[in-house]
Each structure stands twice: as structure tokens, then as C-alpha cells.
């Protein structure tokens, strides 16, 4: 849906910008520099005067973690008195999955389990889990009627489901979005979030049917967050635990945790549902049903696909740790070749536009309006508007930090613009 033109005049008339010094090397001889950091400011700007976004923060650091552009801009309509930056706490949604993967292939590399090994050598709650087909049997992850898949018909698993299978999210679970109303509206009953820990979710997920036979298709969905259970048991240790044990305290990352740190508070949930930006009704991030992760630091229960908290100056750190092939800080996390892995073709291998490694987007810079852009990027992002890439070729990551969903039609195609405007960039100051 688009925004009005009287909504967006307003909201420029009332706009408040926070603007960061843009940098070119942040006085460092960094060995990327952006030619015009005012036109990357004016991209980010346009879209939050245009009322698509409540703020925008974008942050690229180079291989050793010079800062190379960081600008940030807040509508005072929709965020009064806010400014955000760098340090500022972000839900990061699914940005958590490639910390959680990352965090069980380094469990891997110990020796502690296998890709191969079977879901249920530790989670043996799972041994009897069924799978939901159509009345009339067919596979509910490829079905393009979603109305016939009701009433759901339930079928033994008969397939194996893997560690693998977790990671390329062919493992058969989903989230509450399936448009399968019948099979949405019984995950959003379980209202996962709320499970008091790991044991109460695995409690609440062996009562829920797959979407599909593992191992059969990819289907994105709940799959890392049982990955994270996995390595729990795997290492007799709490997700929070791995990562603060493996990742952000040998590395020295700051900004990239599991709960709220006290004294910081995390802003508002924003909507842009009914054509202008206001605060989410409950229910109305609707990936779990009701309700959506809590973060606050005394809970016990670790999202590994969703449950994150990070600033973009700590997760830019942790994506120059993949860049640099599990290094960062004189500390090595992950071997070469499991990081080689990780960005390696896995699924969705028949898409114009790239394939999917170990849920980093690879692109080829196809883009769908025929156009040509820069390829060989490794991309994500999360629920709440979040986005990252790393350039393996230029050597330097991206981070673009919101807090929005249900973003008007005319910001869908933030990223994209976003990204061709800093490569424009790049290659004037070549």
C-alpha cells in the first residue's frame, strides 16, 4: 500500500534528522571511500520523509573495521526526542540465524555432532512428530491452493530429519504465515514465544505438525530456532551461553547478545499497515501468532532464529568475522572452509537471482527489472526491516538498521536502491 501524499508532506514538514558525521575512512586509510557521502545521506532521508520508514540507520566498516559511511535519520512524528546510531539496540529477528549456524558449525568443527547426525539424538521428543497434508494428500509446501489444504490430514514421518536439514531450512517446520489458515492458526495457539524455556518449547513444537517430510523441499520457517535447541544439547549449554562463551567474548564483540543490557531500552514496534507509520497493534507481527520474542535478560528461553538483540557496530563486527573467513580480532572462530561452506550453493539453486548458502543470499546482481547490478554479495536480514551484506570482493560490510513492519509498497525496494547508490559511489571514487 502506498503512503498518501498529504500523510508524506506532513511527515516531511515535522521530519527530524539525526545526521552522523559520513565518513570516507573515518580519518583512516581505509582502502574504500565513498565519493559523495551526501547522496547516500539524501537516498536514506528520501525514504523516511516519504513516511516509509520511522528511521533509518546505515553503517559500512571495512574488512578491519574503519568506518567508512554511517548516516542516520529519524522521523520526530513517529519517534520524538529519538536518535539512534551505531550503539543504539535493535531487534535483529532473523539477522539471528547466521549467529546460531555459525555457533553450531564451530560445535561441528569440535567434534560434539554432525550435519548428518539425526534431529532426534538430542531432541528425542521429536520422534514422533507428523507431517500435515491436504485432504487429499498433497504436500502442504507446495501447494498453491491454500483453501483445499483444509481440513488437515496428519501422516507419520517416514524421512530423517537432519542438523542439515535445520540449517537449509528443509527440516518441515514454518512459521505462522503460511496462508494455511488451519495450520497458522494452530502454531499461533502454541504462541511460542512464550514458552518459559528450551524444554517448554520442544514441549510445544512435538505437538505441531511439520509442514512437509524432511528433507524434501526448503521451507523457511522455525528451523534454526530448533537448530539452537540442538546445540544446547549438544553442549550441555544455553544458546546465550555458546554465543557469549565462543563468539562475542573471544572475538570481542560488543553489541550482539541474548537480552536486554540494563539500562537500554529497545524502541517502539512500528506499523505502516493502514498507509502511515504508527505503533503495532498486538498480534499484528503475526510470525509467531499473538505475541512476539520478550527480551528481557531473566527469561531462559534462547530464539535462535529470531531472539537477538544487536547494535549495528556489533554485528557489523560479527559480518567482518565471516568476511575475514572466521577471523576477527586476532581470534579464529571458524575454519576456512567451513565459512566457504557456509556461502557455498545449498537450495534454491534454480533462482535467476543467486542461491542460498547456509541462509546467506548469495546474489549474481540480476536484478527483476533486467537491470545489472553488483554481484557475488552475501545478504540477509530480519523480520523488523533489518538488513545486512558483506562484499567478499571489495572486502567491507553494510549494515541498515530499522525497526518496521508492514512497510509501505513504496519502500519495498529500500535495499536495493540503497545498495546500488553506495556501489555508484564506490566506483566514482575508483
Known amino acids: 500500500m502506498k503512503t498518501v501524499p498529504w500523510i508524506a508532506r506532513i511527515l516531511m514538514s515535522l521530519l527530524g534528522v539525526a545526521s552522523l558525521a559520513a565518513c570516507q575512512g573515518s580519518g583512516t586509510d581505509s582502502p574504500i571511500s565513498i565519493a559523495d557521502p551526501a547522496a547516500l545521506d539524501r537516498v536514506l532521508d528520501d525514504y523516511v520523509a516519504a513516511g516509509d520508514f520511522p528511521f533509518l540507520y546505515a553503517r559500512i566498516e571495512d574488512k578491519e573495521g574503519r568506518l567508512v559511511y554511517e548516516h542516520g535519520v529519524v522521523n520526530d512524528a513517529v519517534l520524538p526526542g529519538i536518535r539512534v546510531d551505531g550503539d543504539t539496540w535493535i531487534r535483529i529477528w532473523s539477522m539471528s540465524k547466521i549467529v546460531t549456524i555459525s555457533t553450531l558449525l564451530d560445535l561441528v568443527e569440535e567434534g560434539l555432532l554432525s550435519l548428518d547426525d539425526p534431529v532426534t539424538k538430542f531432541i528425542p521428543e521429536f520422534e514422533n512428530l507428523q507431517v500435515a497434508v491436504s485432504p487429499e494428500g498433497a504436500d502442504l509446501s507446495v501447494i498453491e ?17 537432519t542438523v542439515l536439514d ?158 575475514s573467513r572466521g577471523e576477527l580480532n586476532g581470534r579464529r572462530f571458524l575454519e576456512v572452509a567451513t565459512v566457504e561452506d557456509i556461502t557455498s550453493p545449498h537450495t534454491q539453486l534454480d533462482s535467476p537471482y543467486g542461491y542460498n548458502g547456509y541462509n546467506l543470499w548469495v546474489n549474481n546482481g540480476k536484478r527483476p527489472d533486467g537491470g545489472q547490478g553488483e554481484g557475488g554479495l552475501w545478504i540477509g536480514g530480519g523480520y523488523e526491516g533489518t538488513h545486512f551484506w558483506i562484499d567478499p570482493k571489495r572486502e567491507f560490510v553494510a549494515v541498515v538498521m530499522t525497526q518496521m513492519f508492514w512497510t509501505p509498497e513504496s519502500g519495498w525496494n529500500r535495499d536495493e536502491v540503497f545498495r546500488e547508490a553506495v556501489y555508484e559511489q564506490l566506483r566514482v571514487a575508483d
Open 145 to 161: 491452493d491454500k483453501d483445499a489444504a483444509c481440513p488437515l490430514q496428519l501422516v507419520p514421518m517416514t524421512s530423517t530429519m
Open 166 to 323: 535445520l540449517i537449509n531450512h528443509q527440516a518441515g517446520f514454518y512459521y505462522a504465515t503460511t496462508g494455511i489458515e488451519c495450520l497458522d492458526s494452530l502454531l499461533a495457539s502454541s504462541n511460542l514465544p512464550m514458552a518459559e524455556n528450551s524444554q517448554a518449547l520442544v514441549d510445544l513444537m512435538a505437538e505441531l505438525p511439520l509442514i512437509q517430510q524432511p528433507g524434501k523441499n526448503d521451507f523457511y520457517g522455525t528451523n534454526t530456532t530448533v537448530l539452537g535447541i540442538v546445540a544446547e544439547r549438544a553442549s550441555g549449554k544455553s544458546l546465550k551461553a555458546l554465543v557469549e562463551e565462543r563468539v562475542t567474548g573471544p572475538l570481542r564483540i560488543e553489541g550482539l547478545q541474548y537480552g536486554l543490557p540494563e539500562g537500554a531500552s529497545l524502541l517502539s514496534r512500528i506499523s505502516g499497515k493502514d498507509g502511515e507509520l504508527r505503533v503495532a497493534h498486538r498480534g499484528e507481527l503475526d510470525i509467531f501468532g499473538p505475541d512476539v520474542p520478550g527480551y528481557d535478560p531473566g527469561r531462559e528461553l534462547y530464539l535462535g532464529g529470531e531472539g537477538m538483540l544487536g547494535t549495528a557496530d556489533g554485528y557489523a563486527d560479527f559480518l567482518r568475522m565471516l568476511l
